[in-house]
C-alpha cells in the first residue's frame, strides 16, 4: 500500500528532493547559479541562472602542474581597494579555493567574490602549506584569473 501511495505522489510532482547545490557560475557571467540535482529519478533537476543585477566580481582559479595540489585547494586571496594592499580598513573581500560542501556535493575549484563597483584591485594571494605569497596590483575587475600555484 505504500509503494502506490508514492507512486501517486511521485506522479503528482509533489515532493522535492535535491542533494545540496553547490554554486557555481555556469554561464561566465560573474554571477553564481546553482545545480539542484533530483533525488528522485521520476524528476527533472533544475539549474537556477542567476539573472539578478550584477556588480563587479572577480574569480581565482590557480593552476600548476606535479605535486599534490594542482588545483591549489586553501589557497587565500585577500582583495583591497586599489592602492590600499594590506590595509584592514581597505579589505574588500577574503575568499580560499575549496571544493567539497555538504553531503554529496562539490564544486568547481574556483574561488568567487563580488566587488561591488570597484574597476580596479589589489589582491594579496596566500598559498597553502606555507608555500608563500604573492601581491597583484591594480587588476581590473569582472574577470577569471588563473593564478600560477607553487606545487613542489
Given at each position: 500500500m505504500l509503494f502506490r501511495s508514492w507512486d501517486k505522489v511521485a506522479k503528482d510532482g509533489k515532493v522535492m528532493y535535491f542533494a545540496p547545490g553547490p554554486p557555481a557560475d555556469f554561464?561566465?557571467?560573474?554571477?553564481?547559479d546553482m545545480f539542484l540535482g533530483n533525488w528522485w529519478v521520476e524528476a527533472s533537476?533544475?539549474?537556477?541562472?542567476?539573472?539578478?543585477?550584477?556588480?563587479?566580481w572577480l574569480?581565482?582559479?590557480?593552476?600548476?602542474?606535479?605535486?599534490?595540489?594542482?588545483?591549489g585547494v586553501?589557497?587565500?586571496f585577500r582583495v583591497y581597494s586599489e592602492g590600499q594592499l594590506?590595509?584592514?580598513k581597505a579589505?574588500?573581500?577574503?575568499?580560499?579555493?575549496?571544493?567539497?560542501?555538504?553531503?554529496?556535493s562539490n564544486h568547481s575549484a574556483i574561488a568567487h567574490v563580488g566587488v561591488g563597483t570597484a574597476e580596479r584591485v589589489d589582491?594579496?594571494?596566500?598559498?597553502?602549506?606555507?608555500?608563500?605569497?604573492?601581491?597583484?596590483?591594480s587588476v581590473k575587475t569582472s574577470q577569471r584569473l588563473s593564478v600560477p600555484q607553487m606545487t613542489k
Open positions: 554561464d561566465e557571467d560573474g554571477r553564481l533537476s533544475l539549474l537556477l541562472k542567476n539573472e539578478t543585477p550584477s556588480g563587479r574569480q581565482f582559479r590557480a593552476t600548476g602542474s606535479g605535486g599534490d595540489n594542482r588545483m586553501g589557497t587565500v594590506g590595509d584592514a579589505l574588500l573581500r577574503h575568499a580560499e579555493i575549496s571544493t567539497g560542501y555538504g553531503y554529496v589582491i594579496e594571494v596566500i598559498r597553502p602549506h606555507g608555500k608563500g605569497r604573492f601581491e597583484l596590483k
